[in-house]
């Protein structure tokens, strides 16, 4: 719940946490000599030299199969940009250095069950028990004030005042 609550208190006070990531560090550089043949598709390409990198892993490409293409491997603790330059047969790593803030906004910006990757779904499932928590608070929380007629009193001003205050953020925030 800690983690839950430091990922949402991030993105709600964003100008307090420094602003902007932290730049890629060159990592290395070295020859790469592989083969497309006649592929034309940059997503297979980039598929294929983060594998041969042992980058596997969800990622974005952008960029020109003849001059550049720019591979972002989307790791939330420290994502690795691989730089493939066709025509000079080699790739550039570029490693981000691991800031709290950043890799909570990573975090918070995953989607859920959208890749083949198991390690990916870690976090949607996590969040998806943390729901199941709080409704499960929630909700027995009511059943108990209700159930005892001593807290129903207690229990109705809680719920007016979470009523209140949620209304209150709606309106500032």
């Known amino acids: 719940m800690a983690w839950y609550d430091g990922d949402e208190s991030h993105q709600s006070l964003r100008a307090l946490y420094g602003g902007e990531p932290p730049p ?11 083969d497309f ?5 940059k997503r297979k390409v980039a598929q294929q030299i983060l594998r ?6 969800r990622f974005r490409v952008n960029g020109n199969l003849d001059r550049r293409l720019a591979i972002i491997r989307l790791d939330p603790m420290s994502p690795t940009r691989v730089l493939y330059f066709p025509a000079e047969q080699r790739i550039e790593v570029a490693v981000q250095q691991l800031r709290t803030p950043n890799m909570l906004a990573r975090l918070h910006m995953r989607q859920g069950f959208r890749t083949e990757y198991v390690a990916d ?6 969040v998806d028990l943390v729901i199941a928590a709080m409704l499960f608070w929630v909700g027995s929380g009511l059943w108990l004030s209700w159930e005892l007629k001593v807290t129903r009193r207690f229990g109705a001003w809680a719920m007016l005042s979470g009523v209140a205050l949620f209304g209150l953020f709606l309106l500032t925030i």
């Open 37 to 41: 043949g006649d592929e034309t598709n």
């Open 24 to 34: 890629f560090v060159p990592d290395r550089e070295e020859p790469y000599s592989r």
């Open 121 to 126: 779904d870690g976090w949607a499932i996590t």
């Open 52 to 57: 041969d990198l042992d980058l596997d892993g």
